[in-house]
């Protein structure tokens, strides 16, 4: 099993932080979009774009610590393997509850819904509310959502092959203070 710990937990903390990088683009510019509008579908929507928007700055940041304190091999506590359990158990939470929290609120299925030869359209927009959305303002909200789950995916796919690890090395562990028959 080392081998697939020393191979598999730098490459999952790689495609996390590099998928938080691009959900942190994206939510910087719907946020910076709508600011300079003043046009959210909703309140809640925007709070929800703000809630991404920390997900993937706390993804990022934590993420590539994480990963280069793996390829450094450093002893370092944030660097332990119950540190990244932790960290691995909020993040998984916060992005379920994002992406969960996002899918009731955008509720525009897959954007087929509007005519493609349309810049905007007056319907129910993703939001549930009757304002002008265009095509790729309902894609980019629909990537921001499949980004997130995405996210949480890779999250717990993590959490599992770190416990699994932990649990199969811990198998083979004699302690040094033991001594069998004495």
Wanted: hydrophobic share 50%; aromatic share 12%; with cysteine.
């Amino acid at each position: 099993m080392p081998y697939i710990k020393a191979h598999y937990h730098p490459f999952l903390f790689i495609l996390i932080t590099m998928c938080a990088m691009a959900e942190l683009g994206l939510t910087a510019y719907l946020i910076s979009v709508g600011n300079e509008s003043q046009n959210w579908p909703s309140a809640r929507y925007h709070s929800l774009l703000i809630l991404f928007e920390f997900n993937a700055v706390w993804t990022t940041l934590f993420g590539a610590a994480y990963m280069l304190w793996i390829v450094d091999g450093a002893v370092h506590f944030l660097a332990s393997i119950a540190s990244s359990i932790i960290w691995l158990a909020i993040t998984s939470t916060l992005w379920g509850a994002a992406a969960g929290m996002m899918h009731n609120t955008r509720t525009g299925g897959d954007c087929n819904w509007i005519p493609s030869s349309s810049a905007s359209v007056n319907a129910v927009s993703p939001c549930d509310q009757s304002q002008e959305l265009s095509v790729s303002r309902c894609r980019e909200t629909l990537t921001v959502e499949a980004v997130g789950w995405v996210l949480f995916g890779l999250c717990v796919l993590t959490l599992f092959a770190t416990c699994l690890w932990v649990r199969t090395s811990k198998r083979g562990y004699v302690s040094a203070g033991y001594k069998p028959g004495m």
